[in-house]
């Protein structure tokens, strides 16, 4: 059915599209927001760990759900396909509801690091990866940090990375307290030398705008939040674009393809929702549905004038897919350091980021959030013990409260041939081509995770771990909850997909706002930079499209 | 010596009923699991996570566990597992002249895992490794979900306290603001 004219249809409603959603509703525009999961109240998601993002092996309670959902990935070294559901290991999941990743994130809100805007330009070429500077600095993103920080609300302490690019303004919020092990890292790390700072939240240390203040359970990153005091773009910006009485949220709507005219011009976004096809016609499209997600529906949106998909005439699209080579160390210690309050992420270093011997990037370094019961039986036991029989047992008993996890971001080396496609025949529940994926890492990422590795194990062992061993990223490469880079912005319509505020280069009216946009991936984790950008790609279309 | 697809087909209903036969799940009653299977999980998860002054994984209820997720969640796991099980007999099988896995010693039934988890049994690598798995899981998440039978495995690590699952959380509503 086609339906009435509206000046904006932005796809995704997680952390880029609530906030495009959210400035264009602002500025007067006439916004359908298209969601493809729903909201998830907290009743429905609950604690449980074996269903929680991190842990999905009986499904994801923020979606997307197995029964529908399916993709294709691609092992890089022997090229077969294997289809792989979203609870399954590898399929680079994100989540698929009001709010998208940020409804159950750790809500870690970084800026990325100055240098992280100009890689190449610090490093210079790495072999085999398309390396690059951002279009844009990060003193042009910083008002845009500013906004997101303001406007989701984030609590920290300004200053306290001495490491940090300049900031005009402080967080809105007073950092959360240190729990145990984070005192006992900040202590070790200062004698160190090193600059130990409490690590920014999107979560309120206080009451903010009628929700509570952070009550410290232990179930933090992978679940809702039980008191809402976890601000992602579901409890922020898009009830307040619905507030204007501008912007229409309609979720379970499962886009289709962006529709284009006889000027090879976007006309709307069709998607199925309750089983009926609608077409959403619109003076401007916004791409923001993750780093896997956008370039599906780009390339899945062919036509005459667009026959490898829309805004792909360079073959760009879809290309760097990137994530991030995670790598720490686990540190056992003699006295109790497990507190049991949340978010248990509490302290950050930002020592290792740039300019170390033989790194190109690095990433920042924090204390691990809470290793619940089934992952840490899993994950997180020395190469000595047996991960079966009684030594296991009495391991993880003795143990559970005695590790510390400290681990960090590596950046990766983006690479051309990691890439997302559409599959030629593989279909979802809707007949729309799956998205295939491609990925490997760098052999430079694996000596960055091991370098930053062993400042892990350097900074536990100074808190005083008896015991340390590292876990470093091997060569098997995901997007994961990290996905970026697939429709990197530059200032060259040949080796970019979209300028410098997220337009695609071929197509005047169509933007991306998710990150995709990502030229490179910080040594941090992106939400904040990608909810920086969906202000900076809002505003700009709330100039470019303004209602003449 | 090959098998029959019938000779196969016994084999194979002896740990696992077929899907029309089952009740509805009703824990800790079994679902699908016929207690033969059953058994068979529980020695191995006894073996994994073996009891001590805290129950084992098998007696914490691993086997309810993946008996009700495998009606639920993990359905399209269901022909892995069935398939899985009947080699993992047949092979132990073979392996004991003729004995079955459930009638051997404890010593033996412990060898043998051993000697799979060390890479010895090829064959039965990846159904060793999923019921490894599913132990964990059983034996470390919400008894909600069939297994950690009176959350045993959480007041080992003594976080029963601040463990949830769905349809509970352990902590008291906070005033606004409150911390």
């Known amino acids: ?548 | 010596m090959p098998m029959t697809r019938r000779e196969a087909a016994a084999a194979m209903a002896a740990f696992v009923l077929p899907l029309e036969a089952q009740g509805p799940a009703d824990p800790p009653k079994l679902g699908f699991f016929t207690p033969n299977g059953a058994k068979l999980i529980e020695i191995i998860a006894n073996i994994l996570i073996p009891p001590d002054e805290f129950p084992g994984a098998g007696d914490a209820g691993v086997a309810f566990y993946i008996d009700k997720q495998m009606q639920g969640p993990l359905k399209h796991k269901l022909e892995v597992w069935r398939a899985g099980l009947f080699t993992f007999s047949s092979v132990a099988k073979h392996h004991f002249e003729g004995r079955s896995f459930l009638l051997l010693t404890p010593e033996e039934q412990k060898k043998f895992i051993d000697r799979i988890a060390a890479g010895g049994v090829p064959a039965l690598r990846p159904i060793f490794d999923l019921i490894y798995d599913l132990t964990l899981q059983g034996y470390f998440g919400s008894s909600e979900h069939g297994g950690n039978l009176q959350q045993a495995s959480w007041k080992m690590l003594r976080v029963e306290d601040v463990m949830g699952g769905v349809n509970h959380s352990n902590h008291a509503a906070p005033k606004a603001g409150e911390r």
Not at chain 1, 204 to 222: F, W
Not at chain 1, 234 to 240: D, E, F, K, M, S
Not at chain 1, 299 to 320: A, E, M, T
Not at chain 1, 522 to 532: E, K, R, W
């Open chain 1, 1 to 548: 059915m086609k339906l009435d004219p509206v000046d904006a249809v932005v796809v995704g409603a997680g952390a880029g599209g609530g906030v495009v959603a959210f400035i264009l509703a602002k500025a007067g525009f006439r916004v359908v927001l298209l969601e493809r999961g729903r909201e998830i109240p907290f009743a429905e998601s609950g604690h449980d760990e074996l269903r929680s993002q991190r842990t999905t092996v009986l499904g994801n309670a923020f979606g997307p759900d197995d029964e529908n959902h399916s993709r294709m990935i691609r092992s890089p070294f022997t090229g077969r396909y294997v289809k792989t559901l979203p609870s399954e290991g590898g399929y680079n999941n994100v989540a698929a509801c009001v709010g998208g990743g940020t409804a159950s994130y750790g809500a870690m809100a970084w800026r990325f690091h100055p240098k992280d805007f100009k890689m190449l330009s610090a490093y210079g070429l790495v072999a085999g990866s398309t390396l690059e500077d951002w279009p844009i600095t990060y003193e042009d993103l910083e008002p845009y940090y500013e906004k997101a920080e303001q406007e989701i609300g984030v609590s920290g302490k300004a200053g306290s990375n001495p490491f940090e690019g300049p900031r005009k303004k402080g967080y809105p919020m007073p950092p959360l307290p240190f729990n145990k092990e984070a005192t006992i890292l900040a202590a070790a790390a200062a004698k160190k030398g090193w600059h130990p700072f409490p690590i920014p939240m999107a979560i309120n240390s206080v009451a903010r705008d009628g929700r509570p203040g952070c009550i410290a359970c232990p179930h933090c990153v992978g679940f809702g939040c039980e008191v809402n005091a976890k601000n992602g773009t579901q409890n922020t910006v898009i009830p307040r674009a619905i507030q204007t009485g501008n912007c229409s949220l309609v979720t379970e709507a499962v886009a289709k393809e962006i529709l284009t005219g006889a000027s090879g011009k976007a006309t709307g976004v069709a998607y199925f929702h309750k089983g009926e096809l609608q077409e959403q016609p619109a003076r401007v499209v916004v791409v923001a549905c993750s780093a896997t997600e956008t370039p599906r529906l780009l390339l899945n949106s062919k036509s005459k004038l667009h026959p490898n998909g829309l805004g792909n005439h360079n073959d760009w699209v879809g290309r760097n897919l990137q994530g991030h080579a995670y790598s720490g160390a686990y540190g056992l210690f003699e006295e109790e350091v497990f507190d049991g309050t949340g978010p248990a992420a509490r302290v950050a270093m930002c020592d290792f980021n740039h300019g170390s011997e033989g790194v190109v990037g690095g990433a920042m370094l924090a204390n691990e959030f809470i290793r619940l019961p089934y992952l840490f039986a899993r994950n997180v036991r020395p190469p000595r013990v047996p991960r079966y029989g009684p030594e296991f047992k009495k391991y993880v008993r003795t143990y559970y409260k005695r590790t510390v996890g400290v681990k960090g971001p590596a950046q990766e080396m983006p690479l051309w041939e990691n890439r997302v496609e559409v599959h030629a025949t593989a279909k979802d529940h809707w007949g729309i081509p799956v998205a295939a994926i491609t990925t490997r890492r760098h052999g430079q990422d694996a000596l960055t995770g091991k370098f930053i590795a062993e400042r892990a194990a350097e900074w536990l062992k100074a808190a005083g771990a008896t015991e340390t061993w590292l876990q470093v990223a091997g060569l098997n490469g995901t997007g994961g909850q990290h996905q970026a880079g697939t429709c990197r912005m530059g200032k060259d319509a040949k080796t970019s997909a979209t300028d410098a505020y997220g337009r695609l280069h071929s197509v005047d009216n169509v933007y991306v706002a998710d990150g995709s946009l990502h030229v490179t991936n910080g040594g941090f984790n992106p939400s904040l930079t990608i909810m920086a950008l969906g202000f900076r790609v809002g505003e700009q279309i709330a100039k470019d499209w303004r209602k003449a």
